[in-house]
T-cell receptor, first 112, second 113 residues
Framework: QKEVEQDPGPLSVPEGAIVSLNCTYSNSAFQYFMWYRQYSRKGPELLMYTYSSGNKEDGRFTAQVDKSSKYISLFIRDSQPSDSATYLC????????????FGQGTRLTINP | EAGVAQSPRYKIIEKRQSVAFWCNPISGHATLYWYQQILGQGPKLLIQFQNNGVVDDSQLPKDRFSAERLKGVDSTLKIQPAKLEDSAVYLCASAPAGAYGYTFGSGTRLTVV
């Protein structure tokens, strides 16, 4: 069993839709949760960061963590064609610049 | 702020040949990482440096891969000899000491034929 599981998609939705991306994990030591966005032929860029359980909102993006279920989500409201990318969840057991364990990524396309 | 620089962007080699990748992290970032991203998968950590010391190289195939970070700044990752399964994007990332999240470079896309 992989430490982090992420539905690879691909996921295709119309512009303006609400998008839900999810990851499950098996390592209960994970406390720091991140979402990265990766455009084609680019490196991943940090989108959202959450510590422990709870919600965090940043503009059109909301990250949720449910440690009891070992489940994290990223919601994108009012999706735009520019949101088309691969979204990677990542997790760490320790604070600071520590090793991240990534999911395999979900490829998302927003259709105009 | 300049980003993480990597070169070359693309490399095609035959199996059993050697190859080297270079990374220049963001100025002042103490921590440097090399990740391997195989097509359709998430990045996997190969090696982590703190300044010029190795923190974690548990997933580095040491029989063929080597990495160094001279003077705690630039880093090189070498593969010798390369195998077909080494075809991947090699991502370098850096972070300030104690920070969460990294800044990634655009990567080097390696194709082994």
């Amino acid at each position: 069993q992989k430490e982090v599981e992420q539905d690879p998609g691909p996921l295709s939705v119309p512009e303006g839709a609400i998008v839900s991306l999810n990851c499950t994990y098996s390592n209960s030591a994970f406390q720091y949760f991140m979402w990265y966005r990766q455009y084609s032929r680019k490196g991943p860029e940090l989108l959202m960061y959450t510590y422990s359980s709870g919600n965090k909102e940043d503009g059109r993006f909301t990250a949720q963590v449910d440690k009891s279920s070992k489940y994290i989500s990223l919601f994108i409201r009012d999706s735009q064609p520019s949101d088309s990318a691969t979204y990677l969840c990542a997790m760490s057991a320790n604070q600071g610049a520590q090793k991240l364990v990534f999911g395999q990524g979900t490829r998302l396309t927003i259709n105009p | 702020e300049a980003g993480v620089a990597q070169s070359p962007r693309y490399k095609i080699i035959e199996k059993r040949q050697s190859v080297a990748f270079w990374c220049n992290p963001i100025s002042g970032h103490a921590t440097l990482y090399w990740y391997q991203q195989i097509l359709g998968q998430g990045p996997k950590l190969l090696i982590q440096f703190q300044n010029n010391g190795v923190v974690d190289d548990s997933q580095l195939p040491k029989d063929r891969f080597s990495a160094e970070r001279l003077k705690g700044v630039d880093s090189t990752l070498k593969i010798q000899p390369a195998k077909l399964e080494d075809s991947a994007v090699y991502l370098c990332a850096s972070a300030p000491a104690g920070a969460y999240g990294y800044t990634f470079g655009s990567g080097t896309r390696l194709t082994v034929v």
